[in-house]
């Protein structure tokens, strides 16, 4: 005895299995390895201006306290007394283009942390091109479309 089968599956199996070869589209989230997002976490090590000199605000007290987590495609700022975070992309020219950054407004105590939170967002949004040195851990580099400069390195679990 044999099943009937349905008419209309022949036409889906093949329209199927045609679409799941097909390659994504070069600016999507899915159009390849985002080596930003793969290494997931990036420490502030400081940032400088266009004329070079260091950005002091970045640094509450003198010392680095935020990070970067890329995932999917969203970008967050840990560490600080808010909670950061904003979209972003990859565009071509290894460019970085950081979107609607958004903050809580929570006060804290230590106001170098609060003023570090708004100059690490602001730092961040906008346009930058990035590079990343093959170094253990990883540095990461922004030199941002204004003329300013920021460092980062890799946070890797210990192993």
Partial sequence: MTMPRPAGLLPLLLLAACAGGMAPDPGSPGAGPDPLAQVGRWALQGATDPGGKPITAVLP????AHTLVFEGDRVAVEGGCNHIGGRYRIEGD???????MQSTLMACE?????AADVAVSDLLEGLAQWRIAES???????DHADGRSS?????????
Avoid: C, F, I, K
Avoid at 61 to 64: D, F, M, N, S
Avoid at 94 to 100: A, H, M
């Fill in 61 to 64: 007290g003198g010392r680095a």
């Fill in 94 to 100: 290894g460019q970085l283009r950081v979107l609607e």
């Fill in 110 to 114: 230590d106001q170098s942390l609060m």
């Fill in 136 to 142: 253990y851990p990883e540095q990461l580099t922004l």
């Fill in 151 to 159: 460092h980062w390195v890799a946070q890797r679990p210990a192993q």
